[in-house]
T-cell receptor
């Protein structure tokens, strides 16, 4: 009964490759997010989707493309991977509609991406 | 814009010591405040929250009080255990914007 699940947990690949990370939430939330955590543990928002629509797109290279087929899924595709993309990527979700204002976000366990 | 500043670590304490991790924030309006904890190799878990001034969030012996006059949300625990060793993040959320995190404070508790 995992709430927010991401796959894979670990991803090791060569520079220049294209890879995807999948995220699913079974909480019935209407908003999903991708965060990047660097080696110093700093967390930065990348994207936010509400009901499958892109709400926030921070300054992220256009090699990163999120896709939300439905409000329970938010996948992250990365083209032409670079060394600097090595990080832990976290998916999160929250219920923002109705009385959901200021609700906490629920996080997946993260995907550790290592670029060789 | 909104921002969170928390004390830099690492913090190393002996078991049963008192813990304080300072957190201050800058925000427009009336944000909600959160503490998240990240155990080694895991994702972030919500530890506690407070949604308005003078609210006290508490969980697992940890407490934090939303102080609007000092724009602070310091995390405290009276007696830490080895199992509390983790990275602690202070965060705020204004309306339906994403969480804004502090840089995290690593806590190590030694027996």
């Amino acid at each position: 009964d995992t709430a927010v699940s991401q796959t894979p947990k670990y991803l090791v690949t060569q520079m220049g490759n294209d890879k995807s990370i999948k995220c699913e939430q079974n909480l019935g939330h209407d908003t999903m997010y991708w965060y990047k955590q660097d080696s110093k543990k700093f967390l930065k928002i990348m994207f936010s989707y509400n009901n499958k629509e892109l709400i926030i797109n921070e300054t992220v290279p256009n090699r990163f493309s999120p896709k939300s087929p439905d409000k329970a899924h938010l996948n992250l595709h990365i083209n032409s991977l670079e060394l600097g993309d090595s990080a832990v990527y976290f998916c999160a979700s929250s219920q923002d509609g109705g009385t959901g204002r200021n609700q906490p976000q629920h996080f997946g366990d993260g995907t550790r991406l290592s670029i060789l | 814009g909104n921002s969170v500043t928390q004390m830099e670590g690492p913090v190393t304490l002996s078991e049963e010591a008192f813990l304080t991790i300072n957190c201050t924030y800058t925000a427009t309006g009336y944000p909600s405040l959160f503490w998240y904890v990240q155990y080694p190799g895991e994702g972030l878990q919500l530890l506690l929250k407070a949604t308005k001034a003078d609210d006290k969030g508490s969980n697992k012996g940890f407490e934090a009080t939303y102080r609007k006059e000092t724009t602070s949300f310091h995390l405290e625990k009276g007696s830490v255990q080895v199992s509390d060793s983790a990275v602690y993040f202070c965060a705020l959320r204004g309306g339906n914007t994403p969480l804004v995190f502090g840089k995290g404070t690593r806590l190590s508790v030694i027996a």
